[in-house]
């Protein structure tokens, strides 16, 4: 599909003086069209035989613990009657388009046209009226925590303000279409969820509060001039903090994604950058929290011009589409037509020229399982996709991507993601720093991502594991080993064309028996 960006070498870093590269190798890495990798990595369902593990036991006993996918442990009943986070949503618009099908809702809607100077940031309606809301691009209230006992900033792990099994509960919205009428008061069906379901719930839930707490003292310190390294290790500090960060069991679940402008995902500064945010930026700040291996991936977009506004609000409404329109048996190409109806119904002027907001056609949203943050489907974000259906109990990451540009992201610039492959084939490794490497980022993230600002902490990425004397020294050469024998992904920044913008939304949500639960839905977005 695309052409090749093969000539763009996205392990290449300028070695730390003193490293040798140890392997003369040409990476002229096949210019992959991101969608088919993407969609190649999420082939990984047939689980090969042979894993790695048993090769990695030989290293370090501790490593197989990190891929063990937890069992859904049946606690107390998840409760969820604190102060809920739905009631409280800022948007008309999302409510006048509740119930319709974002094909429907769009014909009706016009075109919007570029929204000048508005003044401030806006107000949340629903809420105390308090205070504003923080930034450009969310809604809601700076006392969003402080109710649920939480001090400002934020410093009481997230566990200590809620009794076991009753985290707040996401938004609740009935499962679309006429065949899931029943499922809402189906005896049957919600005798199933206190069943099977009620602790893994709460462990979500737990992961879910983790994040708005996050992300509401992130929208607080936001603003030009801020390092985005400095930004990154601030937001990531204070999520280790208050998931009370303990090794797998409880943490960050992948790198604080800081995609600028045409930059659409997977961009998070490496040691070094000194990218500094600016006025004009559009910024994707995209992380996740996890709980047991429970993964929250929630991300808003950024921004301080007004003229991005429509940029910003057609992306976050074509997420709230494509959520008004997820279900269990919901064939997920239908979801894709329903969220590029609604994006491409906006237009955005930016210095004077009017551009179409497209929808980006080779990123998606993905389901997400234990330790797993693309569990195998692909929920597409324009219409043509294939006709795969929700199913009862998934965990989906629903997001969307606008664009100014092509609406088509090739990966470009610096790699720092990485991603030890879930199926990753069994690869004698010769070299003692690529097994020694392999085996710490085995026992530190197990399957989760990381990146490389964290094995370069004195700790390596987890203080519980490693304590202080995890620091990785000179690991490049054997991270590219890594990469290029297929035990460890590469997850390079994904990209429109220069000069474009791309703004994000994303939620994560639940495939419940009797309703769909939108864990991470915030007074924000
Ligand atoms: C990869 C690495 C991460 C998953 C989507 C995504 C950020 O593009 C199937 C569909 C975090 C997440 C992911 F560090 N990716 N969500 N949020 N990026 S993806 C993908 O690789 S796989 C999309
Ligand atoms: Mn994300
Ligand atoms: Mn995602």
Redesign the pocket.
């Known amino acids: 599909m695309a052409g090749p960006v093969g000539e763009v070498d996205n392990l290449k870093v300028d070695a730390p003086p003193g490293e040798e590269a140890d392997d003369g190798e040409e990476d002229a890495e096949e210019g992959a069209d991101?969608a088919s990798s993407?969609?190649g990595?999420?082939q990984k369902q047939q689980r090969q035989e042979e894993t790695q593990e048993e090769q990695e036991e030989e290293e370090d006993k501790t490593a197989s613990a990190a891929s063990q996918a937890p069992a859904p442990s049946p606690t107390g009943e998840a409760k969820g009657d604190v102060e809920g986070v739905d009631g409280e949503e800022g948007d008309p618009d999302a409510a006048a388009d509740a119930g319709e099908t974002g094909a429907g809702a769009a014909k009706k809607r016009k075109k919007k046209k570029k929204k000048k100077g508005s003044a401030g940031v806006s107000t949340c309606p629903g809420g105390t009226g308090s205070k504003v809301a923080p930034a450009r691009g969310v809604t809601g209230f700076t006392d969003s925590y402080v109710r649920h006992g939480q001090t400002e900033p934020p410093t009481i792990p997230v566990e200590d303000l809620f009794e076991e099994g009753s985290f707040p509960e996401g938004e609740i919205l009935e499962h679309p279409r006429d065949f899931n009428s029943f499922r809402i008061t189906s005896e049957e069906k919600r005798a199933e969820e206190r069943l099977q379901y009620a602790g893994l719930y709460d462990k979500a839930r737990k992961a879910a509060e983790v994040h708005r707490q996050v992300r509401r003292h992130a929208q607080s310190y936001i603003k030009p001039g801020i390092k985005l390294i400095d930004m990154c290790t601030t937001l990531e500090e204070k999520n280790r903090e208050l998931v009370r960060e303990n090794g797998l069991d409880a943490g960050i679940?992948?790198?604080t994604?800081c995609s600028l402008n045409h930059v659409a995902?997977?961009y998070t500064p490496n040691n070094g950058d000194d990218t500094v945010l600016k006025h004009g930026d559009v910024m994707k700040v995209?992380f996740?929290t996890q709980v047991e291996g429970h993964i929250i991936?929630c991300?808003w977009t950024v921004s301080f011009d007004p003229q991005f506004d429509p940029l910003l609000e057609a992306a976050r409404e074509a997420t709230n589409a494509g959520i008004r329109n997820a279900g269990i048996d919901v064939p997920l190409n239908e979801v894709g037509a329903a969220i590029q109806e609604v994006m491409e119904s906006y237009e955005v002027e930016i210095n004077g020229t009017t551009y179409p907001v497209k929808s980006m056609r080779n990123?998606?949203?993905?389901n997400i399982g234990p330790y797993d943050?693309?569990a195998g489907?692909?929920?597409p974000i324009v219409k043509g996709g294939d006709s795969t259906r929700m199913e009862e109990g998934e965990f989906f990451?629903i997001?969307t991507f606008g664009s100014t540009g092509r609406g088509h992201v090739v990966e470009d610039l610096e790699c720092s993601?990485y991603?030890k492959d879930i199926n990753a084939p069994r690869v004698p490794l010769r070299l003692p720093k690529a097994r020694q490497l392999l085996s710490h980022i085995s026992k530190t993230f197990g399957t989760?991502?990381?990146?490389r600002r964290w094995l370069e902490r004195p700790d390596g990425g987890s203080a519980t594991i490693n304590g202080v004397s995890g620091k990785q020294e000179k690991y490049v050469g054997a991270l590219k080993q890594l990469c290029d024998s297929g035990l460890v992904n590469a997850?390079p920044p994904?990209c429109d064309v220069r000069g474009s913008y791309v703004a994000q939304y994303?939620h994560t949500i639940l495939m419940r028996p009797t309703c769909v639960e939108v864990l991470s839905r915030g007074d924000d977005f």
């Open positions: 991101t993407l969609q990595r999420s679940a992948f790198p994604g995902a997977h995209d996740g991936d991300a990123l998606t949203g993905h943050i693309h489907k692909s929920v990451a997001e993601h991603m989760l991502a990381f990146c997850l994904l994303e």
